[in-house]
């Protein structure tokens, strides 16, 4: 079968179209965003301060997870650590999931305050609740894919660095501030 000139130039443009518009949505509507991560809740459920030092302090919190791509976000299991002035004070997991396309979720958490952590600095500690107000910063790491049109794969490890106040009286986050980022 002998194809003309005409027709070659024809079936060249329309690949040299189908080549331009696969170019654009690979790099804008296919393109991978990062989750975004906030902290919607945190509940005070205990403390109990005794006269020998010895601190416990539970936390329940809800991390809301927004998802802005057009696909959804299957996520692996994550961390999520509880820290006071810089030193580690408690951890959790978070269990892995779907986050449809375009949508947020909460993932609940239960931080347990490691009172032997805070042992270098328990007295600052027991003056910041005893003041009504408890800094607190939550470092969120959770990995996991985007898939595209059920075969373009794309990795992302969402992680969140939140630093929040509580108000002890109150029982509410008082402010935050949440930097994201993603690793793709």
């Known amino acids: 079968m002998n194809f003309g000139w005409k027709e070659l130039l ?6 040299n179209w189908a080549g331009q518009v696969s170019v654009v949505l690979a790099l804008t509507l296919f393109k991978p965003k990062q989750p975004k991560t906030t902290i919607s809740s945190a509940t005070l459920q ?24 057009r ?7 994550g961390t999520s650590l509880l820290m006071y002035e810089g030193v580690e004070v408690g951890d959790t997991d978070i269990f892995p999931g779907l986050i449809p396309a375009r949508s947020s979720t909460i993932l609940p958490c239960r931080l347990v305050l490691q009172a032997d952590k805070l042992a270098s600095n328990v007295t600052g500690f027991i003056k910041d609740l005893m003041g009504g107000q408890l800094s607190l910063q939550t470092v969120t790491r959770i990995p996991g894919k985007v898939t595209f049109l059920g075969f373009i794969k794309k990795h992302i490890v969402a992680v969140s660095n939140c630093q929040f106040v509580f108000g002890v009286p109150d029982m509410e986050i008082k402010s935050q501030i949440c930097k994201n980022k993603a690793k793709l």
């Open 46 to 69: 205990s403390i109990s301060p005794a006269i020998n030092i010895q601190v416990n302090v539970t936390l329940d919190i809800k991390i809301q997870v927004e998802n802005r791509n």
């Open 71 to 77: 696909a959804s976000f299957k996520h692996e299991d």
């Open 10 to 15: 024809t079936l060249g443009g329309y690949l």
